[in-house]
């Protein structure tokens, strides 16, 4: 029904950067929270940063100064810069949505995750 497309991972060296897009298709009335989450081999799954729908966001202490989450209503597409990117950093990266969607005259949320892409940084 929804359907989060992710691209712009890749390898970059310690220092450098890369810009990560997440776009969603399908019925959506609204989103209201996107974000991204990476995970590493072995760890659980944390949250490195989220925007709400008024443009509000929240960073884990890892990345803040260093990574920027923002959105495009418009084209339904949630942006993380990372710059500065550290051997730490390494892991997949997924994005959440949480998407309002309308269905048999009803509206629920749907939590929605992207498929994952792989961000590798070498030092």
């Known amino acids: 029904q929804v359907q989060l497309v992710e691209s712009g991972g890749g390898s970059v060296q310690a220092g450098g950067s890369l810009r990560l897009s997440c776009a969603a298709s399908?019925?959506?009335?609204?989103?209201?929270?996107m974000g991204w989450y990476r995970q590493v081999p072995g760890n659980q799954r944390e949250l490195v940063a989220v925007?709400?729908?008024?443009?509000?966001?929240n960073y884990a202490d890892s990345v803040k100064g260093r990574f920027t989450i923002s959105r495009d209503n418009a084209k339904n597409t949630v942006y993380l810069q990372m710059n500065s990117l550290k051997s730490e950093d390494t892991a997949v990266y997924s994005c959440?949505?949480?998407?309002?969607?309308?269905?048999?005259?009803?509206?629920?949320?749907?939590?929605?995750w992207g498929q994952g892409t792989l961000v590798t940084v070498s030092s």
């Open positions: 959440h949505f949480q998407v309002l969607v309308v269905a048999d005259f009803r509206t629920r949320y749907l939590e929605v």
């Open positions: 399908g019925s959506i009335f609204r989103i209201n929270l």
């Open positions: 925007i709400t729908s008024d443009g509000t966001t």
